[in-house]
C-alpha cells in the first residue's frame, strides 16, 4: 500500500487494480491493510485471530474492527498531555491500560455477532468523553478505569449505521435511475459512490427549479395548473411545479415530518425492511443463549455429502501453506503476484463455502438452529460479512442451470466479479448453449470494465431506450455476433465496434434516456412487472431520500387531482412524472412511490444535461467518443483526462481523431515516464495496450486480452 505497487503493474488506480487483478474492491485491498497493521501492532490480537490464545478463532472483521478502535484510540492520545503525577495511578501503565481494553474487545468479539460488534465500535469511535472518564477504549460495562482521557475518535467514512430501502418501480424508472447516476459521475470526474450520487440527487431537490430551467411555463401559466404543460427539454422540472403545488411543501419539508413516517407507510411499495429484520435476528440471538450449544465441528459425518468438497478444501489449505512460508517478501510485482494467488485460494475455499451453505439452506436449517437468513448465518456463526456469503450462494444456486460457466468457474478461470455480470445479463430462464458459451469466452478474456458497460448498454436496448450513439456500430468490422434486440431472447456479447459506440456520451443524451424511460414506464403499467430498486444506505441519507420522493410524491398527486378527470389535461407535450401521475389520478388510484422518485430523476437530468450549459474544449469530439472516461485497459477515471496522441506529435503524429485517445493524468505520466503502458494503432477499435512492465506485460486491444 504505501509503495503504491499497482502503478508497477500498470494500474493508475487502486480501485482499478483491485477490481480487474484480484476481483476484489480497493476498500477490500486497504481494510486488508489496516487488519496486517493491527496484527503487527497487536501480537495478541493476532493470536485472538488464529485461535492460538486457546479460544474460539476471531474472525477477520471482527480483529480489524477491534484493532481499528484500540489503534486509533492510542494514536490521538499521544498528543494529549499526561495527567498530573498526582492522578496517575502507580500499579498501571498506558500499555497495561491498553492490553487490559484489548483483552475485554477480543472477548466481547468473540460471543457478540459481527452487525452488534459493527455498531458497538462505531459508537465507541463516536464517543466524546472527558478527562476523568472511566470508559476510555473499553466496551459497555463496569470495567477499570484508565489513566488516561479517551479522545474523540471521528468515524472513517462507511462507519456510519446503514438501514436497506426498498422501492417498487417499473423496470424502465430502474434504468432511469442508473443513467442519472452515471451522469452524476460522468459530471463528477470520478466514480463517486451510490451515497454521493444521491446526495447531489436531494441537493438538485432541495434547490428548487432553477431559473435556467423556466421555459415555455410563464407566469400566467404559473397560476393555471391546466398550462403547467411542460416541453422536453425546455420547461420548468416537474418537482418544481409539484413542490408549489403541494401545499406549502417547502424544501425543509422533505427532511421534516415525513422523515419519519416514509419508512414505515402502508402498501409495501417503498419501506425499510432492515429493521424489522435486525429485530428479528436479535430477538432469535436472544432464544438461543448467543448459539453457544452448537460446537465446533472436528469431522464430518460419512452421509453428510460433503465429503467431496471438504477434501477440495484441504487441497487449497496445503497449497496455502506453501505458498504462506514466502509470502510478504520481493518487489512490487512479486508482491502483487503473492497477492494474487492467495486471492485465487481465498476464492477456492469460498467456492466450496457456498457449495456447503447452499446444501445448508437447501435442507431449511436456518430455523432448525435459530438463524433467520443465510447473512444472520454468516455474521452470527462464522464472523464474515453477510454480502459475502449471500454473494457466494447466489452464484452458487445461479450456477446450477449453467453447466459451461459453473465448470470453468470450479476451474478458477472465471474472475468472481466478472462471473456475476454474466450471470446477471443472463438473468434466471433458460439460455441455449451457444449463448452461454459466448458469454464464457467473453468472460474470459474481457476487463470487468468492459463487462459492466455491455451489460448497461444491453440492458438500455432491451428497453428500447434512445441509442443514438449505437449509429455507429453497423459502419464498424462485426468481430462478433449482431447486436441484441429488444425481445429476441438472451442477449450475446457485444461486437467490438458496438461496445465502442455504446460508450459515447453527446450532450443531452442521458436526458433523453430518462424522459424516454418515463414514457416507456407510463406505456407498460400493465404489461411489464415491477421491480425492486434496493439500497443499503446511511440511515439519515435513507430518510432523506424517502422525504424527497414522498414530498415529490405527494405534490404531484395533487396537481393531477386539480383538474377534473373528464377534462383534457395536460394539452400538450408534460414530462412523464406529470403524465404519470395524471393517469393513476383519471383512474382513481393512489400515485405511487416511483412517480415521486421519476421527477427526482427529470430534475436532476434537466439540470445537469443541459447542452446549452457544457463547456466547449479543443478535445471534445475524442472525450465524446471515449465517453469522458480514460480508455487504458481496466481504468474507469474520469478526472483530469488528457488528450494523448497514438503516434507522438514529435515523431509526425497527425491531430486527426484515430490518432487521438482521452487518458487520466496518471495513465497519461505512465505512458510517457514510467514505462509501464504503452499503446500503438488507430482509435478506436485498433489500438492495441501493453500494461506493465515489458518483461510480465499484459495485452489488450478494445479491453480483451490478447
Given at each position: 500500500?504505501?509503495?503504491?505497487?499497482?502503478?508497477?503493474?500498470?494500474?493508475?488506480?487502486?480501485?482499478d487494480?483491485?477490481?480487474?487483478r484480484?476481483?476484489?474492491?480497493g476498500?477490500?485491498?486497504?481494510?486488508?491493510?489496516?487488519?496486517g497493521?493491527?496484527?503487527?501492532?497487536?501480537?495478541?490480537?493476532?493470536?485472538?485471530?488464529?485461535?492460538?490464545?486457546?479460544?474460539?478463532?476471531?474472525?477477520?472483521?471482527?480483529?480489524?474492527?477491534?484493532?481499528?478502535?484500540?489503534?486509533?484510540w492510542?494514536?490521538?492520545?499521544?498528543?494529549?498531555?499526561?495527567p498530573?503525577?498526582?492522578?496517575?495511578?502507580?500499579?498501571?501503565?498506558?500499555?497495561?491500560?491498553?492490553e487490559?481494553?484489548?483483552?475485554?474487545?477480543?472477548?466481547?468479539?468473540?460471543?457478540?455477532?459481527?452487525?452488534?460488534?459493527?455498531?458497538?465500535?462505531?459508537?465507541?469511535?463516536?464517543?466524546?468523553?472527558?478527562?476523568?472518564?472511566?470508559?476510555g477504549p473499553?466496551?459497555?460495562?463496569?470495567?477499570?478505569?484508565?489513566?488516561?482521557?479517551?479522545?474523540?475518535?471521528?468515524?472513517?467514512?462507511?462507519?456510519?449505521?446503514?438501514?436497506?430501502?426498498?422501492?417498487?418501480?417499473?423496470?424502465?424508472?430502474?434504468?432511469?435511475?442508473?443513467?442519472?447516476?452515471?451522469?452524476?459521475r460522468?459530471l463528477?470526474?470520478?466514480?463517486?459512490?451510490?451515497?454521493?450520487?444521491?446526495?447531489?440527487?436531494?441537493?438538485?431537490a432541495?434547490?428548487?427549479?432553477?431559473?435556467?430551467?423556466?421555459?415555455?411555463?410563464?407566469?400566467?401559466?404559473?397560476?393555471?395548473?391546466?398550462?403547467d404543460?411542460?416541453?422536453w427539454?425546455?420547461?420548468?422540472s416537474?418537482?418544481?411545479?409539484?413542490?408549489?403545488?403541494?401545499?406549502?411543501?417547502?424544501?425543509?419539508?422533505l427532511?421534516?415530518?415525513?422523515?419519519?413516517?416514509?419508512?414505515a407507510?402502508?402498501?409495501?411499495?417503498?419501506?425499510?425492511?432492515?429493521?424489522q429484520?435486525?429485530?428479528?435476528?436479535?430477538?432469535l440471538?436472544?432464544?438461543?443463549?448467543?448459539?453457544?450449544?452448537?460446537?465446533?465441528?472436528?469431522?464430518?459425518?460419512?452421509?453428510?455429502?460433503?465429503d467431496?468438497?471438504?477434501?477440495?478444501?484441504?487441497?487449497?489449505?496445503?497449497?496455502?501453506?506453501?505458498?504462506?512460508?514466502?509470502?510478504?517478501?520481493?518487489?512490487?510485482?512479486?508482491?502483487?503476484?503473492?497477492l494474487?494467488r492467495?486471492?485465487?485460494?481465498e476464492?477456492?475455499?469460498m467456492?466450496?463455502?457456498?457449495?456447503?451453505?447452499?446444501e445448508?439452506?437447501?435442507?431449511?436449517?436456518?430455523?432448525?438452529?435459530?438463524?433467520?437468513?443465510?447473512?444472520?448465518?454468516?455474521?452470527?456463526r462464522?464472523?464474515?460479512?453477510?454480502?459475502?456469503?449471500?454473494?457466494?450462494?447466489?452464484?452458487?444456486?445461479r450456477?446450477?442451470?449453467?453447466?459451461?460457466?459453473?465448470?470453468a468457474?470450479?476451474?478458477?478461470?472465471?474472475?468472481?466479479d466478472?462471473?456475476?455480470?454474466v450471470?446477471?445479463?443472463?438473468?434466471?430462464?433458460?439460455?441455449?448453449?451457444?449463448?452461454?458459451?459466448?458469454?464464457?469466452?467473453?468472460?474470459?478474456?474481457?476487463?470487468?470494465?468492459?463487462?459492466?458497460?455491455?451489460?448497461?448498454?444491453?440492458?438500455?436496448?432491451?428497453?428500447?431506450?434512445?441509442?443514438?450513439?449505437?449509429?455507429?456500430?453497423e459502419a464498424?468490422?462485426?468481430?462478433?455476433?449482431?447486436?441484441?434486440?429488444?425481445?429476441?431472447?438472451?442477449?450475446?456479447?457485444?461486437?467490438?465496434?458496438?461496445?465502442?459506440?455504446?460508450?459515447?456520451?453527446?450532450p443531452?443524451?442521458?436526458r433523453?434516456r430518462?424522459?424516454?424511460?418515463?414514457l416507456?414506464?407510463?406505456?407498460?403499467?400493465?404489461?411489464?412487472?415491477?421491480?425492486?430498486l434496493?439500497?443499503?444506505?446511511?440511515?439519515?441519507?435513507?430518510?432523506?431520500?424517502?422525504?424527497?420522493?414522498?414530498?415529490?410524491r405527494?405534490?404531484?398527486?395533487?396537481?393531477?387531482?386539480?383538474?377534473?378527470?373528464?377534462?383534457?389535461?395536460?394539452?400538450?407535450?408534460?414530462?412523464?412524472?406529470?403524465?404519470?401521475?395524471?393517469?393513476?389520478?383519471?383512474r382513481?388510484?393512489?400515485?405511487?412511490?416511483?412517480?415521486?422518485?421519476?421527477?427526482?430523476?427529470e430534475?436532476?437530468?434537466?439540470?445537469?444535461?443541459?447542452?446549452?450549459a457544457?463547456p466547449?474544449?479543443?478535445?471534445?469530439?475524442?472525450?465524446?467518443?471515449?465517453?469522458?472516461?480514460?480508455?487504458?485497459?481496466g481504468?474507469?477515471?474520469r478526472?483530469?483526462l488528457?488528450?494523448?496522441?497514438?503516434?507522438?506529435?514529435?515523431r509526425?503524429?497527425?491531430?486527426?481523431?484515430?490518432?487521438?485517445?482521452?487518458?487520466?493524468?496518471?495513465?497519461?505520466?505512465?505512458?510517457?515516464?514510467?514505462?509501464?503502458l504503452?499503446?500503438?494503432?488507430?482509435?478506436p477499435?485498433?489500438?492495441?495496450?501493453?500494461?506493465?512492465?515489458?518483461?510480465t506485460a499484459?495485452?489488450?486491444?478494445?479491453?480483451?486480452?490478447?
Open positions: 500500500m504505501a509503495a503504491r505497487g499497482w502503478r508497477a503493474c500498470g494500474a493508475a488506480r487502486l480501485e487494480h483491485a477490481r480487474e484480484y476481483s476484489r474492491t476498500r477490500w485491498v486497504r481494510q486488508l491493510a489496516e487488519l497493521q493491527a496484527l503487527e501492532r497487536f501480537p495478541r490480537l493476532a493470536r485472538a485471530l488464529t485461535g492460538e490464545d486457546g479460544g474460539a478463532p476471531l474472525g477477520a472483521e471482527s480483529a480489524r474492527l477491534v484493532g481499528r478502535l484500540l489503534a486509533r492510542e494514536s490521538q492520545l499521544v498528543d494529549l498531555p499526561p498530573p503525577a498526582a492522578e496517575r495511578p502507580a500499579e498501571k501503565s498506558r500499555a497495561d491500560h491498553r487490559d481494553a484489548l483483552e475485554l474487545w477480543i472477548a466481547r468479539a468473540r460471543q457478540t455477532p459481527l452487525r452488534v460488534l459493527r455498531g458497538e465500535v462505531r459508537a465507541a469511535l463516536a464517543a466524546s468523553t472527558q478527562i476523568g472518564d472511566t470508559t473499553f466496551p459497555a460495562g463496569p470495567f477499570p478505569a484508565g489513566p488516561f482521557p479517551a479522545p474523540r475518535l471521528d468515524a472513517e467514512p462507511g462507519d456510519e449505521p446503514r438501514c436497506l430501502i426498498e422501492i417498487r418501480m417499473p423496470p424502465a424508472v430502474s434504468a432511469a435511475f442508473e443513467e442519472v447516476v452515471d451522469l452524476y460522468a463528477a470526474g470520478r466514480n463517486g459512490s451510490l451515497a454521493e450520487a444521491l446526495e447531489a440527487l436531494l441537493a438538485e432541495l434547490s428548487g427549479p432553477a431559473a435556467a430551467h423556466a421555459g415555455d411555463a410563464g407566469p400566467a401559466a404559473a397560476d393555471d395548473p391546466r398550462a404543460h411542460l416541453g427539454c425546455s420547461g420548468s416537474a418537482l418544481g411545479i409539484a413542490r408549489r403545488r403541494s401545499g406549502g411543501a417547502e424544501p425543509e419539508d427532511t421534516g415530518a415525513a422523515r419519519g413516517r416514509c419508512r407507510r402502508a402498501g409495501g411499495a417503498l419501506h425499510s425492511p432492515g429493521a429484520r435486525a429485530a428479528r435476528e436479535a430477538r440471538d436472544r432464544a438461543a443463549g448467543r448459539r453457544g450449544h452448537l460446537p465446533v465441528a472436528t469431522d464430518v459425518h460419512p452421509d453428510a455429502g460433503l467431496d468438497v471438504l477434501r477440495r478444501a484441504e487441497s487449497s489449505l496445503a497449497e496455502y501453506r506453501l505458498l504462506a512460508a514466502g509470502a510478504g517478501q520481493g518487489g512490487p510485482l512479486l508482491l502483487d503476484d503473492q494474487a492467495l486471492v485465487a485460494l476464492d477456492a475455499l467456492r466450496r463455502l457456498g457449495e456447503i451453505v447452499l445448508f439452506s437447501r435442507r431449511g436449517a436456518w430455523t432448525t438452529l435459530g438463524f433467520a437468513s443465510v447473512g444472520h448465518y454468516a455474521e452470527s462464522l464472523g464474515l460479512p453477510a454480502t459475502v456469503l449471500e454473494d457466494r450462494v447466489l452464484v452458487a444456486r450456477l446450477a442451470s449453467r453447466p459451461q460457466l459453473r465448470a468457474y470450479e476451474r478458477g478461470q472465471l474472475a468472481f466478472a462471473l456475476l455480470v450471470l446477471r445479463t443472463l438473468g434466471r430462464g433458460p439460455v441455449p448453449d451457444d449463448v452461454e458459451h459466448s458469454w464464457l469466452d467473453r468472460a474470459r478474456e474481457a476487463t470487468v470494465k468492459r463487462l459492466r458497460d455491455e451489460a448497461r448498454a444491453l440492458a438500455r436496448r432491451a428497453l428500447d431506450l434512445p441509442a443514438e450513439a449505437d449509429a455507429g456500430a464498424g468490422p462485426q468481430d462478433g455476433p449482431p447486436p441484441h434486440a429488444a425481445g429476441s431472447g438472451p442477449p450475446l456479447p457485444l461486437a467490438d465496434a458496438a461496445w465502442a459506440a455504446s460508450l459515447r456520451r453527446e443531452g443524451l442521458a433523453r430518462v424522459l424516454q424511460a418515463g416507456l414506464a407510463i406505456r407498460q403499467l400493465e404489461s411489464s412487472p415491477d421491480v425492486f434496493r439500497l443499503r444506505l446511511p440511515e439519515a441519507l435513507a430518510d432523506d431520500l424517502l422525504a424527497a420522493i414522498e414530498t415529490a405527494r405534490g404531484l398527486s395533487r396537481m393531477a387531482d386539480a383538474v377534473p378527470w373528464t377534462e383534457p389535461w395536460p394539452p400538450g407535450p408534460a414530462l412523464p412524472s406529470v403524465l404519470a401521475a395524471r393517469t393513476f389520478s383519471v382513481a388510484r393512489r400515485v405511487p412511490s416511483w412517480v415521486g422518485l421519476l421527477a427526482l430523476l430534475d436532476a437530468a434537466i439540470a445537469w444535461d443541459d447542452p446549452r457544457l466547449r474544449r479543443p478535445g471534445d469530439a475524442v472525450y465524446r467518443r471515449d465517453g469522458f472516461r480514460c480508455t487504458a485497459p481504468c474507469t477515471a478526472a483530469t488528457q488528450d494523448h496522441h497514438v503516434v507522438f506529435r514529435s509526425g503524429g497527425g491531430n486527426h481523431a484515430e490518432n487521438r485517445v482521452a487518458l487520466c493524468v496518471a495513465h497519461h505520466a505512465a505512458l510517457h515516464e514510467r514505462g509501464s504503452a499503446v500503438s494503432g488507430r482509435a477499435l485498433g489500438l492495441t495496450w501493453r500494461l506493465g512492465p515489458p518483461g499484459r495485452r489488450y486491444r478494445c479491453e480483451r486480452r490478447i
